[in-house]
């Protein structure tokens, strides 16, 4: 019975290839495969190939959608694989990477792997997750799966990483409230950067009457508070070396002492810890101790920051309208004040954008748009804005293709390549995207319909059809 339908495509030498033998196995394993349409594709699919090319790679940065589509790679020979090729497919979009073996039961490989990422990708989809962690960008959306995939399939410590702002306590109540624990307990926050050294050990582990001067009655830490839930240690990087040692033993066996007191009591809690340092740089300093760090970094999740998720940005300002006017209609925004909302560097991150809607929702009155009147006198730029696109992310993936000796022709058609996904993406449909990339849309329509026409030769078509170009 078939359980679960996806598209399939294959990239090879035409002719050279009989996916029924593939799709009977398949559907024994409960999957439906259709041809992927012509249209953009949507849900997961498999994509076959028999060796790694340039057009392979293209293909699968178009259909994943910059890997906001699940894609599973399949090699119909392992010898496609060699020299890495696994990684390279990884980092053009794809989900995973098989080679079909007639040896083992394949089909059942890809059918537990599609299920999986059709569970993860309904928790990421449900209200929990997108009314609290907002956006849908690639970056942005490849950061979730991991914290949901960790959340509710392991009981592993997760490590939240990202500069201040980016989320990452609403991460750690979202990761304490997908756990199935059975009579779950609470979600006790402990700000580490806070904990002052002298009463750290009454802060983690609590107290007896009398075991300092003023402890007039004994008291619970957080290590006790937490048993049976979740303790989420924010700012994890910031305690000295001497509490990382007291946390040592506490974490590593779930046991601990209060102060003054000999008997030692036991808990049991889900870890999440968050820091906006770079741990692994910390512990080769010799500032974070390495026992610890391997302790409470089970599974490491870096949430990325707004300036690598730009798309990200109006429908958070969108979302933090909302909630600072919960009834009736939302302003629109003016085009001027969107191009620089979009544009503005947030240091602080979500936390920076959601002081600059408040201040703005609180000047703005009436009916009409937000207009740049509404916008602070210190946040009025003092003439026009100009950013260089060519930013430090953008001259690293330069510098990372030319490190593994990628060529002009192809570094240049991946640019073009992803310039027109991720205008397709802000736009919503070909028409607008090509307006905002300056073509006409159909030559965007006729370089995508070439491209799924002869998935082998996209360079050379564009070759000898000067309209398929974009410039």
């Given at each position: 019975m078939v359980k679960t339908v996806v598209w399939h495509h294959y990239v090879g030498r035409s002719g050279a290839w009989d996916p029924r033998p593939f799709l009977n196995a398949l559907s024994t394993a409960g999957i439906g495969a259709i041809p992927l349409a012509?249209?953009?594709?949507?849900?997961?699919?498999?994509?076959?190939?028999?060796?790694?090319?340039?057009?392979l790679l293209e293909c699968l940065r178009e259909i994943s959608r910059m890997g906001l589509e699940r894609v599973l790679a399949i090699a119909l020979s392992r010898g496609a694989l060699v020299d890495g090729g696994a990684w390279r497919l990884l980092q053009h979009g794809a989900s995973d990477v098989l080679a079909w073996d007639d040896a083992r039961n394949c089909a059942a490989e890809v059918a537990a792997r599609l299920e999986r990422w059709e569970e993860v990708d309904q928790l990421v989809a449900s209200p929990l997750v997108r009314d609290n962690l907002i956006g849908r960008s690639p970056p942005w959306v490849g950061a979730l799966r991991r914290l949901v995939e960790a959340a509710r399939y392991t009981s592993a410590p997760i490590l939240l990483l990202g500069e201040t702002g980016t989320g990452k306590e609403l991460a750690s109540r979202v990761v304490h409230a997908l756990d199935t624990r059975p009579r779950k307990g609470e979600l006790v926050l402990v700000d580490c950067g806070t904990v002052a050294p002298e009463l750290s050990g009454s802060e983690f582990f609590g107290h007896t009457r009398g075991a300092f001067t003023g402890a007039i009655a004994a008291r619970d830490g957080a290590f006790a508070m937490a048993d049976g839930g979740t303790l989420f240690l924010d700012e994890i990087g910031e305690l000295?070396?001497?509490?990382?040692?007291?946390?040592?033993?506490?974490?590593?066996e779930r046991t601990f002492k209060r102060l003054g007191s000999n008997a030692w009591q036991q808990t049991s809690f889900r870890l999440v810890s968050a820091t906006n340092r770079?741990?692994?740089?910390?512990?080769?300093?010799?500032?974070?101790?390495?026992?610890?760090?391997?302790?409470?970094?089970?599974?490491?999740?870096?949430l990325p920051p707004l300036r690598d998720r730009p798309e990200d940005i109006l429908p958070l300002i969108r979302h933090f309208m909302a909630q600072l006017r919960p009834t009736g209609p939302l302003p629109e925004i003016d085009e001027v004040v969107a191009d620089?909302?979009?544009k503005r560097p947030y240091e602080g991150n979500v936390r920076d954008l959601r002081q600059l809607v408040a201040a703005i929702m609180h000047r703005h009155v009436g009916a009409g748009p937000i207009t740049a009147g509404d916008l602070p006198v210190d946040e009025r730029p003092a003439g026009d804005i100009e950013v260089d696109w060519r930013d430090v992310p953008f001259a690293t993936a330069i510098r990372r293709a030319v490190a593994q000796g990628v060529g002009l022709r192809e570094i240049?058609?991946?640019?073009?390549?992803?310039?027109?996904?991720?205008?397709?993406?802000?736009?919503?449909?070909?028409?607008?995207?090509?307006?905002?990339?300056?073509?006409?849309?159909?030559?965007?329509?006729?370089?995508?319909?070439?491209?799924?026409?002869?998935?082998?030769?996209?360079?050379?078509?564009?070759?000898?059809?000067?309209?398929?170009?974009?410039?």
């Open positions: 012509a249209q953009d594709p949507v849900g997961p699919g498999i994509l076959f190939f028999d060796e790694i090319t340039l057009s000295p070396l001497r509490l990382q040692a007291e946390l040592l033993r506490a974490v590593q770079c741990l692994s740089d910390e512990v080769q300093r010799g500032q974070f101790r390495r026992d610890l760090y391997y302790r409470i970094a089970g599974v490491t999740i870096t620089y909302l979009v240049g058609h991946a640019a073009t390549e992803t310039a027109i996904q991720v205008a397709v993406e802000i736009e919503g449909n070909l028409q607008s995207a090509a307006r905002k990339l300056g073509v006409t849309d159909r030559a965007l329509q006729i370089r995508r319909a070439a491209k799924r026409k002869h998935p082998m030769a996209s360079d050379e078509v564009t070759a000898e059809r000067p309209e398929l170009h974009v410039t």
